[in-house]
């Protein structure tokens, strides 16, 4: 493969591809983990920087639960920079002067990939819960008819933390031979029982609410707020540590001298959730939320191995950088080294970290020196050893 410093302006321009919707599907459909083919959809997706003549320099950056395709710049929706603003972008450790960054909105979600929110061509209607159960290696799979379509053979890296680090374990499985180099970042090779129910709660939650209707509320004309708002919560929550809910918020009143005796937001902390909640609401589909979570739910890549997760790693040739933080009591340190002892054992290169943060799992979305260290030097290595492959 072609060293990084070899492309320049005057390599290959990418088309013009940033805020569009593409189909997948057309020539050959999509067969879900569930049984579905799945055909003719759209895949909404954004890019950053460009693609250099060899086409070698493509990052793919997947999105957490409540990510989506607008990793940089200012998101058309909300108003606010992208959810990866501070990582990617000129300069920046995933440097769009040298990269060429791709991230797409996955399959299920709500920002114009196909998903229970999007209609379905068949009845002119949104999809609701008549759309498929889907698995993180269905989000994969759409992802690499995406990069198919864009004529991209194989990627530098695939980067995510979350959810975004399953679909990194997933591509280093699934397709060993076009990845580079992957970070699975604040991830597990399976979704454990605590965090099925923390799911299992805001999928109640949402269900719950009296405008859910079923699943059917797009076409009734409701929105179930309150429930996908009390599921946001609950959620955010397990993203925080102790510790920063402690620095952030401890006990202080929210703009009141004394509690009240009532059930209004009488802390600091309960405001903040609320907040959370309600502009979460303004920017999510709650059925998405169930799909996604789901998916989430039945991520156990071991599974289709004999149980066996470093047989998963068998046919990759990937640099692996796998990354953790010390206040994650959502994916903890544990689960990053039980992927490493997998790694070792297929014989795979790959390199650990752990950060030492108060930020808890969102810390990779945050304001961390050590971390952007560890991934620069990390992309870094990557580059050289690229160019001594030729």
């Known amino acids: ?18 805020h569009r919707t593409i189909q997948l599907g057309v ?11 799945l055909r003719d959809f759209p895949m909404a997706f954004e890019t950053y920087g460009t693609l250099n003549e060899s086409k070698s320099n493509a990052i793919l950056v997947c999105h957490a639960l409540s990510g989506d395709q607008y990793v940089a710049g200012d998101h058309p929706m909300i108003g606010r920079p992208g959810w990866w603003e501070v990582v990617v972008g000129p300069g920046k450790i995933l440097d769009t002067d040298k990269y060429f960054v791709i991230c797409s909105n996955i399959l299920g979600g709500c920002m114009g990939t196909v998903g229970p929110k999007e209609t379905n061509p068949e009845t002119g209607e949104p999809w609701g819960l008549s759309f498929p159960v889907i698995t993180i290696a269905d989000m994969v799979h759409a992802q690499a008819m995406l990069l198919d379509a864009l004529d991209i053979p194989d990627l530098f890296c695939v980067i995510g933390g979350s959810m975004g680090g399953m679909q990194v374990l997933e591509w280093a499985a699934l397709y060993p031979d076009r990845v580079f180099s992957a970070v699975p970042i604040a991830c597990s090779a399976l979704h454990s029982a605590q965090n099925i129910a923390f799911h299992e709660t805001g999928r109640q939650a949402i269900t719950a609410d ?20 009390i599921a946001r919560m609950v959620a955010h929550v397990t993203y925080m540590s102790e ?9 202080k009143l929210q703009d009141r001298d004394s509690v009240t005796y009532g059930f209004d937001a009488d802390f600091q902390v309960e405001s ?28 156990d890549l071991a599974e289709r191995y004999d149980g066996v997760l470093a047989q998963a790693f068998q046919e990759t040739n990937a640099r692996f950088c796998v990354i953790s933080f010390t206040t994650d009591w959502l994916y903890p340190t544990a689960e990053s080294r039980h992927i490493v002892k997998a790694l070792n054992a297929a ?7 752990e950060i030492e943060t108060d930020n ?20 870094d290595g990557a580059d050289e050893q690229r160019g001594l492959l030729g």
């Open 210 to 229: 009296p405008d859910w209707r079923s699943g059917d509320y797009h076409r009734q004309g409701v929105v179930p707020h309150r429930g996908l708002a």
């Open 1 to 18: 493969m072609t060293a990084p410093d070899e492309h320049s302006a005057a390599g290959f321009e990418a088309p013009e591809i940033s």
């Open 272 to 299: 903040y959730l609320r907040h959370q909640g309600s502009t979460f609401v303004d920017r999510f589909d709650a059925n998405s939320y169930l799909y996604i979570t789901r998916a989430m739910d039945y991520f």
């Open 27 to 37: 020539e050959e459909s999509l067969r879900l983990d569930c049984g579905v083919e």
């Open 347 to 353: 014989a795979a290169s790959v390199s650990f970290a």
């Open 360 to 379: 808890g799992h969102d810390a990779f979305l945050l304001d961390e020196p050590e971390f952007w260290r560890v991934l620069r030097g990390f992309l």
């Open 243 to 251: 510790a920063s809910l402690h620095s952030k918020f401890g006990r």
